[in-house]
Nanobody
């Protein structure tokens, strides 16, 4: 079982930046792929960025490419999402999720953190 705790959300003006953090419990963090998802009111949850357990395996949604950066620090059991040039349409609840190597889906989720971008 993995427990995930997000932090770093808040209110920011358009064009601003935020960094989200997600810290995982357990000693097998380095074997999990980690993802950041978001869900805006009235919309489905979408994958924003994902980082694998091996170097170089990173995915970004087209809507955030060039603005968001995902990274991980296995020594700290933490994954980050640096969000720059934020837009009002980035407003959503952001969730951290973990996926074991053998899993097709993300079974472990954090509680979510609100990001609000004002125009």
């Amino acid at each position: 079982q993995v427990q995930l705790v997000e932090s770093g959300g808040g209110l920011v003006q358009a064009g601003g930046s935020l960094r989200l953090s997600c810290t995982a419990s357990g000693r097998t963090f380095r074997t999990y792929a980690m993802g950041w998802f978001r869900q805006a009111p009235g919309k489905e949850r979408e994958l924003v960025a994902q980082i694998g357990w091996s170097p170089g395996t990173i995915y970004y949604a087209d809507s955030v490419k060039g603005r968001f950066t995902i990274s991980r620090d296995n020594a700290k059991n933490t994954v980050y999402l640096q969000m720059n040039s934020l837009k009002p349409e980035d407003t959503a609840v952001y969730y951290c999720a973990a996926r074991p190597q053998q899993a097709a889906l993300f079974p472990y989720w954090g509680q979510g953190t609100q990001v609000t971008v004002s125009s």
